[in-house]
């Protein structure tokens, strides 16, 4: 009876999920990005801001980003995304458009800050509408906070978007994979 006791317990206790110590946290997804000036990395917080993460790493899948121009440059941010940079014919109609698919929400953090290094999503008024265009911080601005979708964090490479001037190019934009570590 003391086996059978005994062996109940060792199956309930083995069909517990493992504990939080003893699971590894799961990898937050990482963006390289690789521009006229080096690369530099970006994790994103999928946890925070699902339907922004979702949106971009679907952008990113479809190569999207490559080949654009830093529309915006100030002392403050760099920023990226609208399409027409392609183009520097275009150079007074950059930041005017996205992707076309906005993302719907505003997945504003309430604990999450505009620090350096900090990636949000640019919009034009209304979080809700933001779309395909992201900004990096170069410095902290808490005028931002609360006011923009925070989706991710540079982890490395940061002196780099330091050197970001206006028009440098997007050369590759692409989730972090075990090829590319």
Do not use: C
């Amino acid at each position: 009876m003391k086996l059978v006791l005994a062996l109940s317990v060792a199956l309930a206790v083995a069909a517990l999920p493992p504990s939080p110590q003893s699971t590894p946290a799961a990898a937050k997804p990482v963006i390289v990005m690789q521009t006229d000036q080096g690369t530099f990395e970006i994790e994103l917080f999928p946890a925070e801001a699902p339907k922004s993460v979702a949106h971009l790493i679907d952008l990113l899948k479809r190569d999207f980003y490559r080949g654009f121009r830093f529309h915006r440059v100030t002392p403050s941010l760099v920023q990226i995304g609208d399409p027409q940079s392609r183009n520097v014919q275009r150079e007074n109609m950059w930041g005017t458009m996205g992707s076309g698919s906005p993302i719907g929400v505003a997945e504003i953090s309430k604990t999450r800050k505009h620090v350096r290094g900090t990636v949000g999503l640019a919009h034009s008024g209304d979080a809700r509408f933001a779309d395909s265009q992201i900004y990096i911080m170069k410095v902290a601005s808490p005028s931002l906070d609360g006011k923009h979708a925070i989706i991710g964090q540079v982890v490395k490479g940061i002196e780099v978007v330091d050197k970001i001037q206006k028009a440098d190019v997007l050369k590759l934009a692409a989730l972090k994979t075990a090829a590319t570590k």
